[in-house]
Antibody, heavy 119, light 108 residues
Framework: EVQLVESGGGLVQPGRSLRLSCAAS????????MHWVRQAPGKGLEWVSG????????AYADSVKGRFTISRDNAKNSLYLQMNSLRAEDTALYYC????????????WGQGTLVTVSS | EIVMTQSPATLSVSPGERATLSCRAS??????LAWYQQKPGQAPRLLIY???TRATGIPARFSGSGSGTEFTLTISSLQSEDFAVYYC??????????FGQGTKVGIK
């Protein structure tokens, strides 16, 4: 069974940093691209960032480009999101998500970790 | 960027009735389309992937259809637990993954 468990969220002041982690299990982690998706309170779903299986490709939403960095450690089956220069509008639930690969056409999501940016 | 447009924004349905939700992509996403259900305070729950395959444990009253740019989620007979917000998502290409704005299914 695929499991994605996010951690690292919390309350942080504007301008500060936070690092999110996602522990993956139940699938061959280094076969899959991975993503971060967020949902601000009362809003819809927004893709934040994605990384290819070998970290060769990384991409970001315009809203976080230059402030957030996605990375992965295939040896540890882990995905990360380093968030710098946080703003109030970054307040959201952050979800880790697995892409599809070969015959596995089903994306999967974790339960999310809450990031609150406030003074 | 592929823009996903859902309609209607709000749907009022009586329990036991059929609900039909639509999702349109601005360019073809093949069959790489997922539907999610979200209830207040909960993470999105995968209902359908590959445009028409039900995820594990999803009741048969949920069905998906379509390919290319036009997709439909049908709930054949609405149960009380089905009142929620539904999102479509294309995962055909990134960056970025893109989502529809959601359809809220409420009690009539």
């Amino acid at each position: 069974e695929v499991q994605l468990v996010e951690s690292g969220g919390g309350l942080v002041q504007p301008g500060r940093s936070l690092r999110l982690s996602c522990a993956a299990s139940g699938f061959t982690f280094d076969d899959y691209a991975m993503h971060w998706v967020r949902q601000a309170p009362g809003k819809g779903l927004e893709w934040v960032s994605g990384i290819s299986w070998n970290s060769g490709s990384r991409a970001y939403a315009d809203s976080v480009k230059g402030r957030f960095t996605i990375s992965r450690d295939n040896a540890k089956n882990s995905l990360y999101l380093q968030m710098n220069s946080l703003r109030a509008e970054d307040t959201a639930l952050y979800y880790c998500a697995k892409d599809t690969y070969a015959a596995d056409r089903s994306p999967s999501w974790g339960q999310g970790t809450l990031v609150t940016v406030s003074s | 960027e592929i823009v996903m447009t859902q309609s209607p924004a709000t749907l009022s349905v009586s329990p036991g009735e059929r609900a039909t939700l639509s999702c349109r992509a601005s360019q073809s996403v093949s069959s790489n389309l997922a539907w999610y259900q979200q209830k207040p305070g909960q993470a999105p729950r995968l209902l359908i992937y590959g445009a028409s395959t039900r995820a594990t444990g999803i009741p048969a009253r949920f069905s998906g259809s379509g390919s290319g740019t036009e997709f439909t989620l049908t709930i054949s007979s609405l149960q009380s637990e089905d009142f929620a917000v539904y999102y479509c998502q294309q995962y055909n290409s990134w960056p970025p993954w893109t989502f529809g704005q959601g359809t809220k299914v409420g009690i009539k």
